[in-house]
């Protein structure tokens, strides 16, 4: 019961769990997403820096930009019966970002080698 008058209205849930010590707009993102995947995607750096391609800047405004952008775009996914959520958007973009940073297929086998060789 508690948050579900609040997750159409994104704002309003984010400023409500804002109040609590410690939690500012992105971990309330976090706990949005977790109770709200089809309407609040989580405010990771990577998803924020990809959708909004500037510094991150943890806000209620920023927050909201980023939300508006990912809801866009999941709908625009959305075909048919095949339905795509912000969160579903927010995760491709992190693990994109992720991806991105892990080193390659010839990379790996030359680390590998490397580690495998003992000093003596």
Same mark, same amino acid.
């Given at each position: 019961m508690?948050?579900t008058?609040?997750?159409?209205? @994104? $704002?309003?849930?984010?400023?409500e769990?804002t109040?609590? &010590?410690g939690?500012g707009? #992105?971990?309330?993102s976090?706990?949005l #997403?977790? =109770?709200a995947?089809?309407? #609040?995607?989580f405010? *990771?750096d /990577?998803?924020m820096?990809a959708?909004?391609g +500037?510094? &991150?800047e =943890?806000?209620l %405004?920023q =927050?909201?930009?980023?939300?508006? %952008?990912?809801?866009a775009k999941a709908? !625009?996914?959305t @075909?048919g !019966? !095949? *339905?795509?959520t912000?969160?579903?958007? /927010?995760r491709?973009?992190? $693990?994109?970002?992720?991806?991105s940073k892990?080193?390659?297929?010839g +990379?790996? %086998? $030359? !680390? *590998? %080698?490397?580690?495998? &060789?003992? &000093?003596?």
């Amino acid at each position: 019961m508690g948050l579900t008058w609040a997750v159409p209205h @994104i $704002s309003r849930a984010i400023t409500e769990l804002t109040v609590l &010590k410690g939690v500012g707009p #992105a971990t309330a993102s976090a706990v949005l #997403a977790a =109770y709200a995947p089809d309407v #609040a995607p989580f405010m *990771s750096d /990577e998803a924020m820096v990809a959708a909004l391609g +500037n510094a &991150k800047e =943890y806000t209620l %405004k920023q =927050y909201l930009a980023f939300a508006d %952008k990912l809801q866009a775009k999941a709908k !625009e996914l959305t @075909i048919g !019966e !095949e *339905s795509f959520t912000p969160s579903d958007v /927010e995760r491709a973009l992190w $693990s994109s970002a992720i991806g991105s940073k892990l080193p390659t297929t010839g +990379n790996l %086998k $030359s !680390e *590998s %080698k490397m580690r495998g &060789k003992r &000093k003596r």
